[in-house]
């Protein structure tokens, strides 16, 4: 679903650049932008009239951890990206950095080939004399077959990938055989008789599942980001000017590192704390783009000063590489093992809240 999803929005991007390069050129440079306009406003109004509306609270759970206040409660979810503290199912406990170097090889995987698109395009004007023209039906390609790719070849390749990586039929028990929990009656401790002094937990398990076969989505990912840094290091051995539009062509069958990464996120972390994981997800992959047109400008333009920009494409194969190894070192959380949470920020969040709400009522 995060592929098609995907897919859509690099159609709606590739209809996007060729309506505007014709309706700029038949109809002058100020149609594009009014065609923009009037595109908004018949999106508003579908999103208003079709789509229904959710209520924040229902997508929420109790246990839930509750959102900070200012800059850094912006950046809370980060937290679900850290070492996750588990318990495996022989009682011990350790900590699992498996989301860590997932969200590490994403942010390299994102540096080596967010700024690709436009290193093809400044390559190509640079070298091959590229028009606006010319740009515009190369990205328009380019998003044209991520679009479809993603769409219909995408989900197919996990669907079957999946099967392929799934080892058995069942799915996977809530308490594995070998566990410390008791499963008989007769082996359950009696329960304390009422009133006496109960200590709270400070700490909630949290059973974390994995989808049968959804090791396939990891090792797809990490074959799409070598394959993707292969074909964008193809670009320095252009010749002709059509060698740039086959790059952009087959650059996007290497795409879906970004989807494959969600899945994999979404199977590694527990159900509610799902949203928190993707929204982190997403900070890091606009901080790896924001951060590789800062270098990847710079080392494009050095280059370029000295007549071989065409290095910059091994740079990106460098640190593609790079990314490929950081992600080896994530693992999915062992079977049977659940994710510690520590409620104490909770705890005091709440209190925090609790006397911003008192003092506002005594104010009042």
């Known amino acids: 679903m995060f592929g098609r999803l995907q897919g859509v929005l690099m159609l709606g991007v590739s209809l996007g650049l060729i309506v505007g390069g014709v309706l700029a050129e038949k109809f002058g440079i100020k149609t594009p932008f009014e065609v923009a306009g009037a595109s908004f406003l018949i999106c508003t109004t579908y999103v208003l009239s079709f789509v ?74 640079t070298v091959f004399q590229f028009t606006s023209t010319n740009n515009s039906l190369l990205m328009s390609l380019n998003c044209l077959v991520r679009g479809l790719f993603l769409m219909f070849v995408f989900p197919r390749i996990i669907s079957s990938g999946r099967l392929a990586f799934k080892t058995d039929d069942q799915p996977l028990p809530d308490t594995p055989p070998d566990s410390p929990l008791p499963t008989e009656p007769h082996d359950i401790d009696p329960f304390p008789a009422p009133g006496a002094d109960q200590e709270e937990p400070t700490k ?36 002709q000017g059509w060698h740039i539009y086959l790059v952009g062509a087959l650059l996007p069958l290497a795409s879906g590192s970004a989807p494959a990464a969600k899945g994999v996120l979404t199977e590694m972390v527990p159900a509610n704390r799902k949203a928190d994981a993707l929204q982190a997800m997403t900070l890091v992959e606009y901080s790896a783009t924001f951060t590789t047109m800062g270098i990847f400008g710079f080392i494009f333009s050095s ?36 994710m510690i949470i520590d409620h104490s920020e909770t705890e005091a969040l709440l209190s925090e809240e609790d006397t911003d709400r008192t003092c506002n009522e005594e104010a009042a």
Not at 68 to 89: C, D, N, S, T
Not at 94 to 117: E, N, R, S
Not at 215 to 230: A, E, K, N, Q
Request: glycine share 10%; aromatic share 14%; hydrophobic share 45%.
């Open 52 to 125: 229904p509306y959710i209520d924040p609270k229902d997508l929420s759970s109790d246990d839930a951890r509750p959102k900070g206040k200012g800059f850094f409660g912006f950046l809370g979810p980060l937290k679900v990206l850290g070492p996750q503290k588990m318990i495996l199912a022989d009682g011990r406990t350790k900590k699992h950095y498996g989301i860590f170097f997932l969200a590490l090889g994403i942010f390299t995987g994102v540096l080596a080939t967010g700024y690709a698109p436009t290193l093809i395009q400044m390559y190509s004007m």
């Open 204 to 239: 909630s398990l949290k059973p974390v599942t994995m989808t049968q076969g959804a090791g396939f989505d990891l090792f797809f990912l990490r074959w799409s980001l070598l394959i993707d840094g292969i074909v964008t290091t193809s670009s320095a051995f252009a010749t």
């Open 303 to 338: 280059f370029a000063d000295i007549g071989k920009s065409y290095l910059t494409f091994y740079c990106n194969a460098a640190v593609a590489i790079v990314g490929v190894l950081i992600l080896l070192l994530s693992r999915f959380p062992p079977a049977g093992s659940e």
